[in-house]
């Protein structure tokens, strides 16, 4: 049974820092890009980030220089460190895995149940 479990989100004030962990288990990590989205409230999901199997990474272009992706192939974990923080990064953080040889993120083959983040001005 595929488990992806996130950790570390919280209660933050604006211009702070917190570092989110997704634990995975039951899969071959390796085989698996590894991606984050969130949800605001009354939002729909958006892409975060996401890094490939060899530490390839992207982001949404309006995280770009506060977000950092990065994953431990050895601990199947995958980490979003946040800086900068804003009441807008407000939402539920998820951890997503797909398939190497899938092209997008349209679909993730799999979904974590999220992480509260809240930042408060």
């Known amino acids: 049974q595929v488990q992806l479990v996130e950790s570390g989100g919280g209660l933050v004030q604006a211009g702070g820092s917190l570092r989110l962990s997704c634990a995975a288990s039951?899969?071959?990590?390796?085989?698996?890009?590894m991606g984050w989205f969130r949800q605001a409230p009354g939002k729909g999901r958006e892409f975060v980030a996401a890094?490939?199997?060899?530490?390839?990474?992207a982001y949404a272009d309006s995280l770009k220089g506060r977000f950092t992706i990065s994953r431990d192939n050895a601990k199947n974990t995958v980490y979003l460190q946040m800086s900068s923080l804003k009441p807008e990064d407000t939402g539920v953080y998820y951890c997503?895995?797909?398939?190497?040889?899938?092209?997008?993120?349209?679909?993730?083959?799999?979904w974590g149940r999220g992480t509260q983040v809240t930042v408060s001005s």
């Open positions: 039951g899969l071959i990590f390796g085989s698996y890009d």
């Open positions: 890094i490939s199997w060899s530490g390839f990474d």
């Open positions: 997503a895995a797909k398939l190497r040889i899938a092209r997008s993120w349209a679909e993730p083959n799999y």
